[in-house]
């Protein structure tokens, strides 16, 4: 062990050459660049130069810049700087480096004392095994404070960082406030004694159960905060200084003291809720202090029980218990303007305005009644929507929203979706009827049945709950069907009736199926059109399910249109009238019940294994025989034998039963398929 003395002036910190390090304070240079096991000074005889870290981690025992009022600075976060010591900060120097503090002491004992200077972008890593760090005063850095390993202990003093990450060892809080972007709390054992965390967003996916203090969520933008262990708190409150907050319950938590949630208005409501739709999450609290806050699969637990919230803009979503919400009512639109303000609404239709903002339990009445002008709907979720009766009107979607009852819109209206999403999340029985206007992007989680067809510009998820087409056509750049255990838009179960339409797929993700958890698909006897009109690859991932027709179409684009998954069909045809690529699954088998892919002359169809030289299997069911004319076929197995027969076509190879081009002495036969 060694002590080094800076005495370079403005040089790098690895730099060899010239006096940059001295065994002395303001002693002769030529000393060694410091290692582990050396104490590191910068002090008054360091002169006020800049030390750059350059292109090598520095590495040093204790670390201390007293007296120092020159410049650290480094271009990135790498490399870093690693302290296996103490760490002390003059006050009189500028801290300009990124580069991360990286405690690497595997014993206790060690300080951290930064005489209220700011270590700017430098996170801190405290992750040596066995290694304990003890703060001397405050600590501010705009980084992120990650503790590893070991043991930290604030000493009751306050931190102000970017992200404060416990995710291993022990953090000790005392009485210490820590006002931090955010808190990433997985793995670490948390000694919170009386602290106050003050956050943009909390995030707790593993480790616990945790017991903290006083926390306040007070982020100014839209946060995903998750609870996914048991925590306890003194108090928690969900404030944010703007926009809203989702608060994700993946366990209970309890608040010896009060639960506080205030979004920042009507129109910015926050939302809690339990990670499974059906499941709920208890809150217990002693007391509670609520407002513009909507709650799903809540139990409301503890003193403050039930929550008397009749008199607040508290929205119920669904199998909430214990709460006590505002009843539902029926709210007219009368005069144009946005959604939050009472300046719009009426207790009659036609009535005066300055009737309270629809909630999600509520149902929003556009009539004959409406005034002239533009309705913006700004709130991030509503209730029942009933514009059937609406004239020359503009409803224009200025968020993305989410509809927890029935949604109907009239064919006189103007409808404005401006890219925004719409979520159909509603218990119960529900219905979807939009009246010919297109909507922009779809998620389908609770129960719907659509009574009118339905046209969506990009992508439709179903996600969860029950949805019947009920007969209607749908129209979607991409159909993505699927369940989920967790996620705030999925559900365990999950129930589709496709109906009699057709299912149109224009975008090339085309079909997305995957099931787990209670999942029943229904095909009946709907159609499933894969519109392939550009030079590209369509998907249909049909995740091994029973599907009744499949259709290919279009008329331009030398598509290829790609099958994953063992499936069954009742049958496939090809309207497309162009040549293209059709791909069956490589080892996987294809069942039909029907064979109907033909090409034209000049426009010859490709039938082939997804996989070059590994065959795929096509299976014919119900008897009888398959014809096509003008295809190609590579490395496809088919059965049963005598069964696929290919005129006018071609073998290109590695092909199994099938039967090309006949001999005329079949001429009954060839008289037969011609």
Do not use: H
């Amino acid at each position: 062990m060694a002590d080094r003395y800076w005495v370079g002036g403005t040089a790098n910190w690895d730099g060899t050459a010239g006096t940059k390090w001295s065994a002395t304070s303001g002693g002769a240079g030529g000393a060694s660049v410091p290692t582990s096991a050396d104490n590191v000074f910068f002090d008054a005889s360091s002169g006020s130069g800049t030390v750059t870290i350059s292109t090598v981690n520095a590495n040093c025992n204790n670390l201390n810049f007293s007296g120092f009022t020159g410049t650290i600075f480094s271009v990135s976060n790498t490399p870093e700087i690693y302290i296996y010591g103490n760490l002390v900060v003059s006050a009189g120097m500028t801290w300009s480096a990124s580069s991360n503090l990286a405690f690497a002491a595997t014993t206790s004992g060690k300080t951290i004392t930064t005489n209220g200077k700011s270590v700017g972008n430098s996170a801190l890593i405290l992750f040596g095994s066995g290694g304990g760090w003890t703060l001397q005063d405050a600590l501010t850095n705009t980084a992120p404070i990650q503790v590893a390993n070991g043991t930290f202990t604030t000493n009751n003093y306050n931190i102000s960082c970017g992200q404060f990450a416990p995710v291993g060892g022990t953090v000790v809080l005392g009485s210490s406030t820590i006002t931090c972007s955010s808190l990433y709390l997985s793995g670490a054992t948390v000694n919170a004694g009386t602290s106050t965390i003050t956050t943009g967003v909390v995030q707790i996916p593993s480790g616990g159960p945790y017991t903290l203090y006083n926390v306040t969520i007070n982020g100014s933008v839209l946060a995903f905060n998750q609870f996914t262990v048991a925590t306890t708190f003194n108090n928690l409150s969900i404030v944010p200084s703007a926009s809203y907050m989702q608060v994700e319950l993946s366990a209970n938590i309890t608040v010896n003291g009060t639960f506080t949630s205030f979004g920042t208005g009507v129109q910015d409501r926050n939302v809690v809720y339990s990670n499974i739709r059906g499941t709920q999450r208890a809150i217990n609290a002693a007391a509670v202090s609520i407002q513009d806050t909507d709650f799903r699969d809540i139990n409301a637990n503890g003193a403050a029980v039930p929550w008397a919230l009749s008199g607040q803009r508290v929205g119920d979503l669904g199998n909430n218990s214990d709460i006590t919400f505002p009843a539902a009512v029926t709210r007219y639109a009368v005069a144009s303007g946005n959604f939050s303000n009472t300046s719009v609404w009426s207790a009659t239709s036609g009535g005066s305005v300055g009737a309270s903002v629809p909630l999600p339990q509520d149902t929003a009445v556009f009539d004959a009644n409406t005034g002239a002008g533009t309705y913006t709907f700004n709130v991030p979720r509503i209730g029942a929507l009933n514009a059937s009766a609406l004239g020359a009107r503009v409803i224009s979607l200025g968020v993305d929203i989410e509809v927890y009852k029935s949604f109907t819109l009239s064919s006189a209206l103007t409808f404005t979706n401006n890219n925004k999403i719409l979520s159909f999340l509603g218990d119960g029985t529900n219905t979807i009827n939009t009246a010919g206007k297109q909507l922009y992007f779809t998620i389908f989680a609770g129960n719907y049945r659509l009574n009118a067809n339905l046209s969506v510009q990009t992508d439709s998820y179903i996600y969860g709950g029950l949805f019947e087409a009920n007969n209607y056509n749908l129209t979607s750049g991409r159909f993505s069907v699927q369940n989920s255990t967790t996620g705030y838009t999925s559900s365990p179960n999950l129930t589709v009736y496709m109906g009699s339409g057709t299912w149109t797929a224009t975008g090339t993700s085309g079909w997305s199926y995957t099931a787990s958890g209670t999942f029943t698909l229904f095909p009946e006897t709907s159609t499933i059109e894969i519109a392939a009109s550009v030079g590209v690859t369509y998907s249909f991932a049909g995740g091994g399910a029973t599907y009744n027709n499949l259709l290919i179409s279009g008329s331009t684009g030398a598509a290829a249109i790609s099958i994953s998954g063992n499936n069954t069909f009742t049958s496939i045809t090809s309207t497309k009238t162009n040549a293209y690529f059709l791909r069956l699954p490589a080892s996987g088998t294809t069942t039909v019940g029907a064979w109907n892919v033909n090409g034209s002359s000049g426009n010859i169809i490709t039938v082939e294994s997804s996989s070059s030289g590994t065959r795929a299997n096509l299976t014919k069911t119900g008897g009888g025989f398959s014809v096509s004319n003008f295809i190609s076929v590579k490395d496809i197995n088919a059965s049963p034998a005598s069964t696929f027969y290919a005129v006018n076509s071609t073998n290109a190879g590695n092909n199994v039963n099938w039967t090309f081009n006949f001999p005329t002495s079949q001429g009954n036969l060839l008289a037969f398929f011609t």
